[in-house]
């Protein structure tokens, strides 16, 4: 059991739509990190959240945008989806903003036709 | 920008054998360096990570890494792999003067034969 929840598991969408994916972080933790790894690539960090704000950002366009709620959960949105969105998206908690201590989801697997 | 090179994509070997990962990273300042790694069908588990001190750290099952600075080099290492190290191993870095995101390379596989 990771202790992180990722739901759905897997997902098609068609190009164009849009898409949320959501995290429950593990017990005790209050920051929330997306990571998206494409096929035979490693993960590649989108964004973090910690008291409900988007701390820091990677280099992903407007597109992916996120939200953490009260209880530390987070969602990720993405708008006009591409083929090139198509990829397994890793949710990551940990306690504050460091990532000494992550706990890594499952993933979410998104294929984008 | 940083970037984490893994020098083996696919790496091939027999139960007993010696196993090192190699992973190189560019970047000047100071950095944490960590090894996951993410068995079939599971997620991402930290393995071992190093900030300072001794550079030679332990992590678990058998597993220890070596940081040299002066290569910015921290390679994997495990005397005698089992059938049940069969997974793929990340090796990443955080840059200590920013917030919270690690930088990954691309990931080597192990496949070990029984």
């Known amino acids: 059991d990771a202790g992180v929840t990722q739901s759905p598991t897997h997902l098609i969408k068609t190009r164009g739509q849009q898409v949320t994916l959501r995290c429950s972080p593990k017990?005790?933790?209050?920051?929330v990190s997306w990571y998206q790894q494409a096929l035979g690539q490693g993960p590649q960090f989108i964004f973090q959240?910690?008291?409900?704000?988007?701390?820091q950002r990677g280099n992903f366009p407007d597109r992916f945008s996120g939200h953490q709620f009260p209880n530390y959960s987070s969602e990720l949105n993405v708008n006009a989806l591409l083929l090139g969105d198509s990829a397994l998206y890793l949710c990551a908690s940990s306690l504050g903003t460091r990532p000494y201590g992550y706990t890594f989801g499952s993933g979410t697997r998104l294929t984008v036709v | 920008a940083q970037s984490v090179s893994q020098h083996n994509h696919h790496v091939i070997l027999s139960e007993a054998a010696s196993l090192e990962l190699g992973c190189n990273y560019s970047y000047g300042g100071t950095v944490n360096l960590f090894w996951y790694v993410q068995y079939p069908g599971q997620h991402l588990q930290l393995l071992l990570k190093?900030?300072?001190?001794?550079?030679l750290v332990k992590g678990i099952k058998g597993f220890e890494a070596e940081f040299i600075k002066s290569k910015f080099s921290f390679n994997l290492r495990k005397p005698s792999v089992q059938w049940s190290d069969t997974a793929e191993y990340f090796c990443?870095?955080?840059?200590?003067?920013?917030?919270?995101?690690?930088?990954f390379g691309k990931g080597t596989k192990l496949s070990v034969k029984p």
């Open positions: 017990s005790g933790h209050d920051t």
């Open positions: 959240y910690y008291e409900e704000e988007e701390r």
């Open positions: 190093y900030f300072s001190g001794d550079p």
């Open positions: 990443a870095v955080n840059d200590r003067g920013s917030q919270g995101n690690l930088i």
